[in-house]
């Protein structure tokens, strides 16, 4: 069974401070997607990222699949409370089905 | 606007009362999906269609039952709901099923006493 394991699992930081978000895992992935939920909310695609080493940037936030497509790293740049929200990272597998992270809570105080 | 609808939002009934939970979506998708959101569990995913009369299960479909008659909907019903199955549904689409993007509809909170 694949398995994405995020972490912190939980994090609260202030206005202006910077963070990082990881999703590892033992298996190879074909691409590798992150969302982000709002409360009240479904997950809403950020980004989708498909080759070994490959960084994407959206604004203030960068995304980074790892070589052997086997992790991936979310960063936020001078967070603000906007950004606040469930992070999930998301794998296609070798079934080619979609596997979600366990999640990350991020909290961004004023 | 391009959506994903489910009705009802939040949903509280007892063990063992037949519901369904409806998915409609207007984007002219073949794929849709049912997940449950549990607190450090992720998204899993219950059921989903390639395509109209075309269902499979997914990694948790135990005690659900799906059908996809039409394109636009895909209903999820539980025939005698139990606690365990207190959770937070979502339903999503996306135009194929090895498409990059699903759009995620809001969400049913389901309490089953």
């Known amino acids: 069974t694949q398995l994405l394991e995020q972490s912190p699992q939980f994090l609260s930081i202030q206005e202006g401070e910077n963070l990082t978000v990881y999703c590892n895992s033992s298996?190879?992935?074909?691409?590798l997607q992150w969302y982000r939920q709002e409360p009240g909310e479904g997950p809403v695609l950020l980004v989708t990222?498909?080759?070994?080493?490959e960084v994407k940037k959206l604004k203030r936030l960068t995304f980074q699949f790892g070589d052997a497509r086997k992790d991936s790293s979310l960063h936020i740049t001078a967070a603000q409370p906007g950004d606040t929200g469930l992070y999930l990272c998301?794998?296609?597998?070798?079934?080619?089905?979609?596997?979600f992270g366990t999640g990350t809570l991020l909290a961004v105080q004023p | 606007e391009a959506q994903v609808t489910q009705n009802p939002r939040y949903l509280i009934t007892v063990t063992g009362k037949k519901l369904t939970v409806t998915c409609s979506q207007n984007m002219n998708h073949e794929y849709m999906s049912w997940y449950r959101q549990d607190p450090g569990l992720g998204l899993r995913q219950i059921y989903y269609s390639m395509n109209v009369e075309v269902t499979d299960k997914g990694d948790v479909p135990e005690g659900y039952k799906v059908s996809r008659k039409e394109k636009r909907n895909f209903p999820l019903i539980l025939e005698s709901p139990s606690p365990n199955q207190t959770s937070l549904y979502f339903c999503a689409s996306s135009l194929t099923w090895v498409s990059y993007e699903q759009y995620f509809g809001p969400g049913t909170r389901l309490t089953v006493t």
């Open positions: 998301a794998g296609r597998g070798a079934t080619n089905k979609l596997i």
């Open positions: 298996s190879v992935f074909s691409s």
């Open positions: 990222v498909v080759t070994g080493g």
